[in-house]
């Protein structure tokens, strides 16, 4: 009965039997018996997932929904959410995970037997691993710390004996690490705090509240038998951040790789903003390792620490509230502190924390959020200890901010400004820097600044940076540093400024205004050798010019269309997916639109990837553009990305390059194409090709395949003409290159 609670939408019916969305609909259609919406609007109507399933199933269209899908299904149907779910399977994945034993003993018998025992099972694995985050003006209750008196009485509940199975008996919960004395020591009041509710930091679900969510968690075990815990768990996850990517800023995986390693070895990390916790996650977790993270988005705290206590056995202290109107660890003094935090936020809290003790370097100004969490950081840090953050570029340059930039520099918590390149992170068309701070100990004598820019490593198109340069540059650059407190001037790249050069009036911390210009030896020789590699270029073009076409009258041949030739078994018809390998680059839509090798990432899923082999056809369906690509040395074992779906055809039927030459005509695009109010959609099924002979294809796939050299070779000219502008406006303007 509680199955039939998860609703699916027709995107998702058309993902669980393999078809498109258009497939769906035309079943509704024709098929009477096809089951009724049960929820949804009337242009996007949800459907009972058991009643769809049985129908598929009883139309032979369906041998069996994968575990992995139908376990996904009823997540994102959840009657409460797919958050929500996600925070009862996340749970019970750690029940598994810690105490198969115990999970066996609960899970047998009925649904409404396991939502009874659940919650006291779940207590023995989550306050243990959790604990509780009982909260009073902004102050995290911790052991020998009096809980306040709203939470210090002892609680009564009934719960059945888990490992006997017996019936339900009174029993009491005193909350861990606060002993239950009168006589413990109160914890300190702290001025101009905002109150914070009490709150445990992974609420622990009722029965009634686990009963919908049954079906959902005996389909998750059955799928951690398969994958593990965790590896379900990042499934789960990484499917339900991509549903909802709108919604979350991500950081990426490099970009939290590079994060941690600049933090160095640590014990105690914070961090403040933790959104699904990737920062945490990229640290070498050890035994004895305690991870803080807070943040305002209660469902995005709860799967921090879930996701954490898989990923490890680190102790993990998580909360909910804004950091800095309710911070939840006062008192913590952390070796580490990690934080990706929200950009240009003007309701940070500037009106009711003007008195707060953390602005030590000066108070923010309202347009100033990034430099309250700055401080926030620093005051929340060990003497000593270090803090990494991702910034917008404005920090390190507005007006505003100088007073407290100076002020950081000055007393040396100031230690690094990296610009990182374009497309590091959200928002993609901005170079982010990364700011190094550490805690002072003591005074510092004459101090220098490391300041590094690494934007030379930008990727082409969407594909990211090349991340091994970046890290390569940044962390030898910053070690150097760190070791000796300076570092030999590395042109174009870094430099060790003395803090006294920065302290004018704008306090201007943008690397590439204080670095001096890539080493100009062999200038003018760099630009000849692209100029001689343009003229090559340029002649090889000229050699592969296509002859004007002779034929006055168009030719008429019997046609047919991709959807037929599949259906033939003429060519195996994939689309690309959401989920990727590690260390297997991702073929993007933007790859094949540019001509470019695979540059792309997806989040590293167990879903079955789409990979390229040599011959097959690529061709994009977003953008109204007739291009399409043979896969070549260069993308072949690449996965395929989204909006990208690949034409394998039979070598024995039909000719690769003829296919992907007719399937590039403009007319040919046009009658196959569906347009929306903001892009084009290719529907590749009705693209159509001639019915020739296969030694006629492969008259015509040799013309097409010249066009195509002939079209790289035009890239590549225009890529060289650009590279040698660009230098020679350098040259002129640097004094490496004469007039003359």
């Keep these: ?32 018996d096809f089951p009724k919406p049960v929820g949804g609007t009337e242009a996007s109507p949800s459907f009972a997932l058991a009643e769809v399933e049985a129908w598929l199933r009883h139309q032979g269209k369906l041998a069996e929904v994968p575990l992995r899908e139908r376990v996904w299904q009823q997540l994102a149907g959840h009657p409460e959410g797919p958050a929500a779910a996600l925070a009862h399977v996340g749970c019970v994945l750690l029940l598994i995970h810690d105490r198969p034993t115990v999970w066996l003993e609960v899970g047998a018998g009925s649904d409404e037997r396991l939502a009874a025992l659940l919650p006291a099972a779940l207590e023995q694995v ?17 052991v020998g710390a009096e809980p306040p008196s709203a939470v210090n009485r002892p609680v009564t509940v009934n719960t059945p004996d888990v490992v006997s199975g017996g019936s339900a008996a009174p029993r009491t919960l005193n909350t861990p690490n606060e002993p239950n004395t009168p006589n413990a020591p109160r914890t300190p009041h702290l001025p101009n705090a905002p109150s914070v509710p009490a709150a445990l930091a992974v609420p622990l679900p009722t029965g009634p509240e686990l009963l919908p969510s049954v079906p ?3 389909g998750a075990a059955e799928l951690a038998a398969e994958l593990g815990a965790r590896q379900t768990f990042e499934f789960l996850l990484g499917r339900h951040l991509d549903a909802n990517s709108r919604q979350f800023t991500p950081t990426p995986t490099e970009l939290a790789r590079l994060m941690a390693d600049l933090a160095g070895p640590t014990r105690t990390v914070l961090d403040p903003a933790c959104g699904t916790g990737a920062l945490l996650r990229a640290l070498d977790t050890r035994p004895g390792m305690e991870f803080h993270a807070q943040d305002s988005a209660p469902e995005l705290a709860v799967l921090t620490a879930l996701r954490l206590a898989l990923h490890g056995r680190a102790t993990v202290r998580a909360a909910v509230g804004d950091s800095l109107r309710a911070d939840a660890f006062p008192r913590l003094r952390a070796d580490t502190v990690l934080c990706h935090p929200p950009f240009n936020e003007r309701n940070w809290g500037h009106d009711e924390l003007a008195y707060d003790p953390r602005w030590e370097y000066g108070f923010p100004a309202r347009a100033e959020s990034e430099l309250a969490w700055v401080q926030h950081a620093l005051a929340r ?138 080493a100009a030896a062999d200038g003018a020789e760099q630009l000849a050798a692209v100029r001689e590699c343009l003229d090559e270029t340029l002649r090889l073009t000229t050699g592969l010019t296509p002859s004007p076409a002779t034929t006055e009258r168009p030719v008429r041949w019997p046609l047919t269309t991709v959807g037929e030739l599949a259906r033939g078994s003429a060519l195996v018809m994939r689309a690309g997916g959401n989920g990727g390998h590690a260390r297997v680059p991702v073929l993007t839509d933007h790859d094949v639109l540019a001509g470019t090798g695979p540059s792309g990432t997806l989040p590293e899923t167990d879903e079955e990837a789409v990979l390229t082999e040599a011959g097959d056809v690529v061709v994009p369906v977003l953008g109204g553009g007739s291009v399409v690509r043979v ?53 590749v099924r009705r693209l159509q090709l001639p019915r020739l002979p296969l030694d006629e294809q492969r008259r015509y796939g040799a013309r097409f395949r010249a066009l195509d050299e002939f079209e790289r070779a035009l890239r590549h000219a225009g890529r060289l003409g650009d590279q040698l502008v660009r230098g020679m406006y350098d040259g002129l303007t640097d004094g490496t290159v004469p007039p003359g």
Excluded at 126 to 142: D, I, K, L, N
Excluded at 499 to 517: G, S, T, Y
Excluded at 637 to 661: C, E, K, T, Y
């Design 381 to 518: 840090l060990r003497d000593g200890g270090t803090a990494v953050l991702l910034m917008p570029p404005a920090t390190a340059s507005r007006r505003s901010g100088r007073r407290i930039r100076a002020d950081l520099l000055r007393r040396g918590a100031l230690r690094a400004v990296v610009a990182l390149p374009v497309g590091a992170a959200p928002p993609y068309n901005i170079p982010l820097h990364l700011w190094v701070l550490r805690r002072p100990e003591k005074a510092p004598g004459r101090p220098e600044v490391l300041l590094a820019d690494a934007g030379q490593f930008a990727g082409e198109g969407r594909g990211g940076p090349d991340w091994q340069a970046v890290r390569d540059v940044v962390l030898d650059t910053w070690w150097a540093h760190d070791r000796d407190g300076t570092l030999p001037e590395r042109p174009g790249l870094a430099r060790s400024v003395p803090v006294i050069e920065l302290l004018d009036d704008d306090v201007d911390l943008a690397p590439a205004r204080h670095l001096p210009p890539p």
């Design 1 to 32: 009965m509680q199955d039939n609670a998860t609703e699916v939408t027709a995107a998702g019916i058309a993902r669980l039997a393999g078809v498109g969305r258009a497939a769906v609909s035309n079943w509704r259609r024709r098929h009477a």
């Design 126 to 142: 989550t306050v243990p691993r959790f604990g509780r985050v009982q909260a009073e003006r902004g102050v995290h209750a911790e």
């Design 216 to 218: 959902l968690l005996r």
């Design 631 to 683: 896969v070549d040395g260069a993308t072949v074992g690449a996965v395929l990305g989204r909006n990208l779906v690949l034409l394998r055809p039979d070598p024995a039927a039909l000719d690769p390059w003829f296919l992907a030459g007719f399937l590039r005509g403009t007319a040919n695009n046009r009658q196959a194409s569906s347009y929306a109010s903001t892009a084009t959609r290719l529907d």
